[in-house]
């Protein structure tokens, strides 16, 4: 059953138990107030058709009865009944002399005064004590007049119930049909999303309900989606190049090669050139081994508890033996007082790899220029910050610095394949720290490590 | 015996070098340091009924500036370093002076060739600071790149 139906019978039923409990106790109220009226102007003709008869003297009789009748109105097949009591008539007696049950009959001579209603007649009987003997005196009449008013009453109520049924049932469907439109839109918009159109988006509205708050969740899930649609796509495209860069360069070399007899010295350059580029394809593979390792297993990872400074004095002389040439300057100035803060629980071999990939990059992008590297340790955090003056990324690339093989417009003149800096991150966040990156093109790039303390204090 | 230092800070990073520099010519003993921004009041009566200094710092202290402090604090651990961050209204140089002589305040900083830049509502401190006639220790530092970037820590290592 669709939500739609579901809320519009809930609404109806709720409406029409609600009308139900209204009309009916209307109706039950009203009937019994009718009766206790009745009741009443049935035991007032009683007491006074007793008192005529039995108390006043036959002047008094006389205009009793007048009065009666002149003032009391006649009410529908009124009758009174008065019966004595005494040796010869038992209350038995009197039942069946009056056709009314024993019980109405013992209550009223034991209390004195009682009510019953057989079909449409209502009956009233008091005892009376004259000076020998009881008598009951028992006014019977028809309740016409409160009937027809609660007949009518109960047509009412009912033909109003139905009507309003009728236009809740109506009001509840269009409603709970027309409440779920927009989500019916989404749905409709959605379906038209596809691999192949992942630029559509749910248009969005101004107003902050929950429909817009589901449509910008939906769209920013989109813009997920698709950016890493865009990352996979791109990524199988710069990685075929990366690779298919080296491989060529191995084959023509081998090509040229055997086209004559060479002599030695050539084969070995030639070799040698083949070797170097087969380095790269070893190198490439490694780190590409690193970054979906990294990236897709993200427990597992043996920690200890590492000193960070340690770890980039290390990670300098890792360099210092690649290039030798490089001018990387360490900045202990706001290094904590306490060494505790620089602890931190990681994968020793990763963050080297991390912490000399940010390095060597720095010294690359820059020919050599100075570049710092700074440690410090905040109340959360150790933080290393690595600055240099080197060629920037321009701004509207920043953003895709961290895709596998994206390369910043201005590196053509650098080595490099692009996937370091996503490595880099993907351990940052594996030790659950922050790698961030500000740069100004042709000014310098700062990349900053924040990695949580080991909490050891 | 606890020393009070006041310097004045714009809420970006690198006008914590002031401090850092301040520190390094503080030898030992209890340091409290007093960072002062100064803005002009509201003019707005009701904007004054509600006007909470601590809910007003809180707006202007953002994470970087925070975590920027904390390495401070980590870092000149021995002085057992205690941070208040004031607000100052008067852009009046006697008026300051008074505050510093009614916080009994030891020592102003003041960054050389750095010029604050104030926020919205905001003044530089500075002339107000000089105009007090109190003696006060100028620190200076390189800032030699012409990055602009956002504020981030790497401002605090110039």
């Known amino acids: 059953m669709k939500t739609q139906f579901k809320i519009a019978l809930m609404l109806i039923l709720t409406s029409l138990i609600m009308l139900l409990f209204f009309g009916g106790s209307i109706y039950y109220f009203l009937y019994n107030y009718s009766f206790a009226d009745f009741y009443k102007r049935l035991k007032t003709r009683a007491t006074i058709a007793a008192q005529y008869r039995f108390d006043g003297d036959n002047i008094n009789t006389e205009s009793f009865?007048?009065?009666?009748?002149?003032?009391?109105?006649?009410?529908?097949?009124?009758?009174?009944?008065?019966?004595?009591?005494?040796?010869?008539?038992?209350?038995?007696?009197?039942?069946?002399?009056?056709?009314?049950?024993?019980?109405?009959?013992?209550?009223?001579?034991?209390?004195?005064?009682?009510?019953?209603?057989?079909?449409?007649?209502?009956?009233?009987?008091?005892?009376?004590?004259?000076?020998?003997?009881?008598?009951?005196?028992?006014?019977?009449?028809?309740?016409?007049?409160?009937?027809?008013?609660?007949?009518?009453?109960?047509?009412?109520?009912?033909?109003?119930?139905?009507?309003?049924?009728?236009?809740?049932?109506?009001?509840?469907?269009?409603?709970?049909?027309?409440?779920?439109?927009?989500?019916?839109?989404?749905?409709?918009?959605?379906?038209?999303?596809?691999?192949?159109?992942?630029?559509?988006?749910?248009?969005?509205?101004?107003?902050?309900?929950?429909?817009?708050?589901?449509?910008?969740?939906?769209?920013?899930?989109?813009?997920?989606?698709?950016?890493?649609?865009?990352?996979?796509?791109?990524?199988?495209?710069?990685?075929?190049?990366?690779?298919?860069?080296?491989?060529?360069?191995?084959?023509?070399?081998?090509?040229?090669?055997?086209?004559?007899?060479?002599?030695?010295?050539?084969?070995?350059?030639?070799?040698?050139?083949?070797?170097?580029?087969?380095?790269?394809?070893?190198?490439?593979?490694?780190?590409?081994?690193?970054?979906?390792?990294?990236?897709?297993?993200?427990?597992?990872?043996?920690?200890?508890?590492?000193?960070?400074?340690?770890?980039?004095?290390?990670?300098?002389?890792?360099?210092?033996?690649?290039?030798?040439?490089?001018?990387?300057?360490?900045?202990?100035?706001?290094?904590?007082?306490?060494?505790?803060?620089?602890?931190?629980?990681?994968?020793?071999?990763?963050l080297l790899i991390a912490i000399t990939n940010i390095l060597t990059n720095a010294s690359k992008y820059s020919n050599n220029k100075p570049v710092n590297i700074s440690i410090a340790s905040s109340a959360e955090n150790v933080v290393i910050i690595v600055t240099d003056k080197g060629i920037g990324i321009p701004p509207s690339e920043l953003p895709f610095i961290f895709d596998p093989f994206f390369r910043a417009s201005n590196t053509q003149t650098f080595e490099g394949y692009g996937i370091g800096l996503p490595l880099c991150r993907n351990i940052i966040k594996i030790h659950k720290g922050q790698l961030s990156l500000f740069s100004t093109v042709d000014v310098g790039t700062t990349v900053e490590i924040k990695i949580p303390h080991a909490n050891i204090l | 015996m606890q020393k009070r230092i006041l310097i004045p800070t714009d809420f970006n990073v690198e006008s914590l070098n002031t401090m850092k520099r301040a520190l390094e010519r503080v030898d030992d003993g209890d340091v409290e340091v007093i960072l002062f921004y100064s803005e002009y009041l509201s003019d707005s009566i009701t904007e004054m009924l509600f006007y909470n200094p601590e809910k007003r710092l809180n707006e202007l202290i953002t994470p970087v500036f925070e975590e920027a402090l904390t390495i401070l604090v980590n870092r000149y651990e021995k002085l057992c370093l205690s941070v208040n961050i004031e607000l100052f209204h008067y852009n009046n140089g006697m008026a300051f002076k008074n505050y510093v002589e009614a916080k009994s305040i030891d020592l102003v900083f003041i960054p050389k060739n750095y010029t604050l830049s104030p926020l919205k509502n905001g003044f530089d401190p500075i002339p107000v600071m000089k105009e007090a006639n109190i003696p006060l220790q100028e620190v200076s530092w390189e800032n030699n790149s012409e990055e602009v970037y956002e504020d981030s820590l790497g401002y605090l290592f110039i």
């Open chain 1, 65 to 350: 009865k007048l009065l009666r009748e002149k003032h009391l109105e006649k009410l529908d097949e009124e009758k009174e009944l008065v019966i004595a009591i005494n040796a010869d008539t038992t209350l038995s007696d009197a039942a069946k002399l009056t056709n009314l049950p024993i019980s109405f009959i013992n209550n009223v001579f034991k209390k004195g005064l009682d009510n019953l209603q057989k079909e449409e007649t209502f009956y009233t009987g008091i005892k009376y004590h004259d000076t020998d003997r009881d008598y009951l005196v028992i006014v019977s009449a028809k309740n016409n007049y409160a009937f027809d008013h609660l007949y009518y009453m109960r047509n009412i109520i009912l033909a109003a119930i139905l009507l309003v049924f009728a236009i809740v049932s109506y009001l509840s469907l269009y409603f709970s049909k027309h409440i779920f439109d927009p989500i019916k839109n989404i749905t409709d918009k959605v379906k038209e999303i596809g691999s192949e159109s992942m630029h559509l988006r749910i248009a969005e509205r101004y107003d902050d309900n929950e429909i817009n708050r589901l449509i910008s969740t939906f769209n920013d899930l989109l813009n997920r989606l698709e950016t890493a649609f865009e990352v996979q796509k791109n990524f199988i495209g710069n990685a075929s190049h990366e690779f298919a860069t080296p491989l060529t360069a191995i084959m023509g070399e081998a090509e040229v090669m055997l086209m004559k007899e060479r002599s030695p010295e050539e084969y070995k350059q030639s070799l040698k050139s083949i070797l170097e580029q087969s380095d790269r394809l070893t190198e490439i593979t490694q780190t590409l081994l690193f970054l979906a390792e990294t990236g897709y297993r993200n427990k597992g990872i043996e920690t200890q508890l590492l000193r960070t400074d340690e770890l980039v004095w290390e990670a300098k002389a890792i360099i210092d033996k690649l290039n030798p040439n490089n001018k990387i300057q360490i900045d202990i100035s706001l290094l904590p007082e306490n060494p505790k803060k620089l602890k931190i629980y990681g994968n020793k071999s990763l």
